[in-house]
């Protein structure tokens, strides 16, 4: 039971170039979601979906894309990146039957030069 | 604005001592607060949780209270141990149907000292 996996754990962009980061789970939870982790800042909703095929907005979505085809995956798109992306990202997953129990996946340290 | 604050960056603590983190919030509407602990490198762990018609929770040596009419409420870890050293975040969520805004503080990094 791998739990959220998320892939990469590092990487380097320049400015105007576009990523997907990963995001998968084996927990057949129906709700995921992608946060950024900045300093001072907390952790920022950027999208989140409550099942596949469904998606919406969080707090921060601009630059972001996301998409939902299957329950276990939820990838982010970084459309063009901009150094305001440097972050580190996780995404976490939960079970519809409780507001609570969030998993959270280990992070991908994202910067961009 | 930020509807969930940590105003303690830091906290240090002796080994064997209580450890008191403390948040305050302004949305009346949160019928839910989460404590998570993350450590370097790895993604936040859920800790405890406690819901707004409630003013205590306890698990093991976490307790967390809450003090609705203050819009505050705190994390007491007794006693404090090494392994507790980590940066602790409030969480707060509205949990009706399909809304995912779980809104985090800013994190307190607490420190244990042997």
């Known amino acids: 039971n791998a739990g959220v996996t998320q892939t990469p754990k590092f990487q380097v962009l320049k400015t105007g170039q576009s990523m997907t980061l990963q995001c998968a789970q084996d927990?057949?939870?129906?709700?995921m979601s992608w946060y950024r982790q900045d300093p001072g800042m907390g952790l920022r909703l950027i999208h989140y979906?409550?099942?596949?095929?469904?998606?919406d907005q969080g707090e921060v979505p601009n630059g972001y894309n996301v998409s939902r085809s299957t329950t276990e995956d939820f990838p982010l798109r970084l459309l063009s990146a901009a150094p305001s992306q440097t972050s580190v990202y996780f995404c976490a997953s939960r079970s519809a039957g409780t507001v609570l129990g969030y998993t959270f996946g280990s992070g991908t340290r994202l910067t961009v030069v | 604005d930020q509807q969930v604050k940590q105003n303690s960056p830091s906290l240090s603590v002796q080994e064997g001592r209580i450890s008191i983190l403390n948040c305050d919030y302004t949305?009346?509407?949160?019928?839910?607060f989460l404590w998570y602990k993350k450590y370097p490198a790895e993604g936040p762990t859920f800790l405890i949780s406690?819901?707004?018609?409630?003013d205590k929770n306890e698990d093991g040596r976490f307790t967390v209270f809450l003090n609705k009419s203050a819009k505050h409420l705190s994390l007491h870890i007794v006693p404090s141990q090494p392994g507790d050293s980590a940066v602790y975040f409030c969480?707060?969520?509205?949990?009706?149907?399909?809304?995912?805004?779980?809104?985090f503080g800013t994190g307190t990094r607490l420190t244990i000292i042997p």
């Open positions: 927990m057949n939870h129906e709700y």
């Open positions: 949305n009346s509407m949160f019928d839910y």
């Open positions: 979906s409550v099942g596949a095929g469904i998606t």
């Open positions: 969480a707060a969520i509205i949990s009706n149907f399909g809304n995912e805004k779980l809104t």
């Open positions: 406690i819901s707004s018609i409630k």
